[in-house]
């Protein structure tokens, strides 16, 4: 018995330890892909309000889509691609800008894969930049067009 008790003091003790040193602090490069893997979980899920959470309340793009139009773009998306949707996204640069630390550029590629077309995805290429808003990377502005599958490779 007193070495279960001193077992389960010890591991509490070192959880605490783990804690209380706080976990290492995150390259900018490193945040930006977390808000990227936020989104492709976001998406692939179908869970519009999470993937708003991570779109800048400026939000615009060359498509005349604000924040709000954005969100009725994708929730679109979601309701047509209906469940089973996979989404699948290939980092190709992400940029930090040196003068201005609070701004990415980032350039993908991007598979979708709804329900109803398992044996061909939707490919494109995406421009966007991301802005450092209250301690997190928001999308801020984003362009795609159309891209050859092998852009997923």
Known sequence: METRGATTGLAIGLVLGLLSCGAPELSPEAEVRQALAALESAAEAGDVSAFLELVSAGYE??????????????????MRSGRG??????????????SDPTRAIVTLALGLM?????????????D??????????????????????????
Do not use: C, N, T
Request: aromatic share 10%; charged share 30%; glycine share 4%.
């Open 85 to 98: 949707r996979e989404v699948v996204v290939r980092v190709r640069d992400i940029h930090i800008e040196p």
């Open 114 to 126: 709804g329900a109803g077309s398992r044996v061909s995805a939707d490919v494109y290429a995406v």
């Open 61 to 78: 793009d060359p498509y005349g889509h604000d924040r709000e139009k954005l969100r009725a773009f994708v929730a679109f998306h979601v």
């Open 128 to 153: 966007m930049d991301l802005a450092r808003e209250d301690e997190a990377w928001r999308v801020a502005w984003a362009q795609w067009r159309s891209a050859p599958a092998s852009d997923l490779l």
